[in-house]
């Protein structure tokens, strides 16, 4: 086995020496953002860096034109580092993932430095994987229907937060989408004449209202009226509502979701509605935590002097379509700090990635991902155990 000492310092080397270059396209990410599907630039100023530092890349993936996939070296272990790309309407990279996304490729960057000396042929893959709209819940999980992670034996990246954390738990999340058809009638003159499908929505949330009461405490249940008619004096013929369901295990959310369509439904009965129910887009899966693979990235930490936040994780978070990527390969998710007491999906959020606690977060990011890479390419029991960890969970 390789001198990792050797190795992880030359790659902190290669990694500072990065620094201007990486700072510089991560602010550029944040002046330009791109939401879901629409990362062009983004994603081709991630494709060409890599391509500089000897990567082979593959674009258009999956049937999403900025989702990229680019290898160095050949043969396993094959190590993925996840690089999403989107930003958020209205709040641009208000979820950091200029800072994410440039981490994972700078983390990539440095280590080929390494990495084409050091990794004898056939013997390790660095694959970098593009992965769009990460925000629509969608783009890791078509690169999982089309095959991308079948030869992957882990992956992982950083994102931003106020707080240093590496277990990072996501719920289960099912769109729904329900449209209830009755019959318009003028509201005064003829309201006996009317179904109201306004009232049908109207009961369906408070039939929710009262199904969160004998609800697990990490059920969500979150929704909103997108259709409730189009004057005061006409009786609406058509209402509609959209609701995420979340939950932090596959079982209770099909439990959950079956009992929502419940609460549609008597209510669609209790009006004399007729009922429409969509489930929109794909299942969100929960986070699968890897114990071992949380380990190897706070020995990561603790060779940079790095303290993670020892508060107790929080499970009752958001989702992510990394959750589908951590059910069928390890799979983890660390929060790097940027600064105390900002929230993701805000505009301050946003503005403090292209500060010095922002461009220290990414740093961190480049580094730690980096070092836990080299953990798992070149030191196979760290690898092993991960995988028995994996497969524990089964």
Known sequence: ?????????????????????????????????????????????MQELLKEFGFSVESNLAGMPTAFR?????????????????????????????????????AAAALSKILSKRLPKDKGSLIVLGTPAEELGKGK??????????????????????????????????RLNFVFHGHSSH????????I???????????????????????????????????APNIIPDRAEANFYVRANDLKELDSIKKRVI??????AVSTGCRLECTEV????????????????????LDYLG??????APEKNVGSSDIGNVSQIIPTIHPHVPIREGINIHTHEFAAATITSDGHRALMEGVKTLGLTAIDLIFDPKTLHEIKKDFQRQE
Request: a negative charge; glycine letters at 10%.
């Open 187 to 194: 509201a005064s003159a003829y309201p006996e004449e009317g």
């Open 141 to 174: 999980i078509e690169m999982i229907k089309a095959g991308i992670f079948n030869d992957i034996d882990a992956s992982m990246m950083v994102h931003g937060s106020s707080k240093r954390t590496v277990v990072k738990h996501f719920l289960g999340l099912i």
């Open 281 to 300: 887009g794909e299942l969100n899966a929960p986070m699968k935590i890897n114990l071992s693979f949380v380990n190897a990235y706070r020995k990561s």
């Open 1 to 45: 086995m390789e001198d990792l000492t050797g190795l992880k310092k030359e790659f902190i080397k290669a990694a500072e020496e990065l620094e201007p270059r990486l700072t510089k396209l991560s602010d550029g990410f944040y002046h330009h953002p791109e939401t879901g599907l629409e990362e062009w630039r983004t994603s081709s100023a």
């Open 70 to 106: 680019a290898r160095l070296g050949s043969g396993k272990p094959s190590i993925a580092l996840l690089a999403e790309m989107d930003a958020l309407p209205a709040v641009g990279h208000g979820c950091g993932h200029n800072i994410a996304g440039t981490a994972s490729i700078g």
């Open 262 to 267: 419940n609460c549609a439904e008597g209510a």
């Open 306 to 311: 790095l303290e993670e936040d020892r508060q």
């Open 196 to 230: 109201n499908a306004l009232d049908a929505v109207i009961l369906l949330f408070n039939a929710i209202n009262a199904l969160r009461q004998q609800t697990r405490t990490d059920v969500r249940i979150h929704g909103i009226i997108t259709d409730g008619g189009r």
